[in-house]
């Protein structure tokens, strides 16, 4: 069953909102390369979902189908970003999580 449209605009602003705290929440917001990708991830997705034609969307600019695909593209990213990256391995393992739960909510 998919998701109502007005719930997964409502998801997506508070997935934004938690990305942007996780590092402070979980206590490595000292490290700068996971912070900075938390808020990457974060701002990014809170962005296209201003720009996204749903419920929630300021702008409108961007169709439903389209930011499909971008949360299953920074979902995909999230989930790779600790192999790619030099981060200490409890921040990788949060990325990761992160990421499974953008691809659960993307359906």
Known sequence: MLI????HALIDY?????LIGIPYFLGFAWQEPARMVFWAFGF?????????????GLLK?????????LDVVAAL???ASPGCSAFRRRSGCRMWCSGCWRS???C
Do not use: E
Not at 14 to 18: A, D, E, K, M
């Open 77 to 79: 990213a999230l989930l």
């Open 4 to 7: 109502p449209r007005s719930i």
């Open 44 to 56: 990014g997705a809170i962005l296209y979902s201003l720009l996204t034609n749903y419920r929630l």
């Open 14 to 18: 508070i997935y934004g909102v938690v």
């Open 61 to 69: 600019l961007i169709p439903f189908r389209i930011h499909l695909v």
């Open 104 to 106: 659960v909510s993307c």
